[in-house]
Structure formats: C-alpha cells, structure tokens
C-alpha cells in the first residue's frame, strides 16, 4: 500500500499552464441539483454561499490573474510572472478542485461503489469502510484549511489517500488524479457543524457520489 501523500506548498506550474493554453475565460460550472438536495448533509445555506460566492470568487480571480499574467508575459516582464504564481495556484486550484466536488456528491448518495472501484478499493484498502476511515483521518487532520482526497496513482495503477492544504490542486501538487476530494475549509461547513470537522466528514459520505468517482476512476487508467 502507497504511504500518504502531502501537497506540497509554494508557487507552482500549474499557473503557467493555466495562462498559455487558453485566453478564454473561466466560468462558474452550473451545479447538477438544487442548492437544497444534498439537505439534511449539508445545508442550502451552506451551498449558495459555497457555490455563488467562494467558488465565484476563485474564477473572478483567475481570471484576473491570468489577464495579469497574459500582459507579464507580453513585456517579459520576469518578476510580475514569478509574483503571480501564488495567485494562480490558489485560485486556479480552487476552480479545479470544486469543480470536481460538486461532481462528487449527489442526492441521497449514489449507494456503495461497484465494478472497477469496488473491486480497486478492496485490493489497496481491504475494505470501503477501512477507506472512508482512512480518508476521514486525513480530512479531519488537515491542519486549519485544505482537502482529503481518494487519488490514483498512475505510475502504480492504485489508489491513495492525500491531504492538500489551501487549495492546492492534487494532481498538480502530488501527480494524484483527483477521484473523490472533501472540503474541510471552514466555509463549507461551519455554519452547520461548527468546529465539529468529524461529524461533517463522516456524514460527506451519505450523498457521495460513487458513480462519478468510478468514471473518474475509468478515464485515469485510459
């Protein structure tokens, strides 16, 4: 079994990337249910601020820091490509990875994993149950803001638990194809749980959406 894996932390590629493979501009992804399914789990309230406004802000702000680097890079100018690293990490990675979150859960749950996931969740953990405690444990560990993650790791053709701080991205950070990734920022459920971080993360689990984990699961061993 592959040993946890931490993001790692400072300015990263994954902004350059962002900038040059494309002048369009980002968007805020439409969700597929209403801001009140995922109730009792996890709150309308929760999920309009969430949704409307956290999410919203990170692609108004890629946006900006991508224009801003687009002009950088015209000039060549070195030292305002570098400084924007920071905020192209922070928010791009924040756009990626609740754009998969939203992905990742669904009313009601999708039920356990089947096929290809059941059958990979068993041989690296034993068991989902022995899965979900695992992730939860580093979900609930994260230290002040950032993400659990379930990851596959290419190289090996297994999957992996990471824990990522802020909003860096997983795949980008760790070489992990991000699977199925738990929000433990404050803002996704203080307003519901308080500082009860567990009770959050144990009940994530009763609306995950294992059939997108399993289509995500599906195109990393393409």
């Not at 890629?62 to 928010?91: G, H, R």
């Not at 990471?162 to 404050?186: K, M, R, Y």
């Not at 803002?187 to 567990?198: I, S, T």
Request: aromatic fraction near 8%; charge should be neutral.
């Amino acid at each position: 079994m592959l040993p946890t894996a931490r993001c790692l932390t400072g300015a990263h590629r994954i902004g350059q990337g962002l900038a040059v493979s494309s002048r369009s501009k980002h968007t805020l992804p439409d969700l597929p249910y209403d801001y009140n399914a995922l109730e009792p789990v996890i709150s309308a309230e929760i999920m309009q601020l969430h949704h409307s406004k956290h999410h919203a802000t990170y692609v108004n702000n890629l946006n900006a820091a991508e224009s801003q680097l687009s002009d950088a890079l015209a000039q060549k100018n070195t030292s305002a490509v570098v400084q924007l690293q920071a905020a192209l990490k922070f928010n791009g990675g924040g756009h990626i990875n609740h754009s998969i979150f939203w992905q990742n859960l669904t009313p009601g749950g999708s039920g356990e994993p089947e096929g290809a996931l059941a059958q990979a969740i068993e041989r690296d953990f034993g068991s989902l149950k022995t899965m979900q405690e695992r992730l939860s444990a580093a979900s609930v560990g994260v230290q002040g803001s950032g993400w659990g993650w379930l990851g596959y790791h290419k190289p090996s053709g297994r999957l992996q638990i990471a824990s990522c701080a802020n909003q860096d991205p997983l795949e980008a950070t760790t070489g992990l194809v991000p699977l199925f990734g738990i929000d433990v920022w404050e803002h996704a459920y203080y307003l519901q749980y308080k500082n009860v971080r567990p009770d959050y993360v144990k009940a994530i689990f009763e609306v995950a959406n294992w059939k997108d984990v399993a289509d995500r699961l599906a195109q990393a061993q393409k």
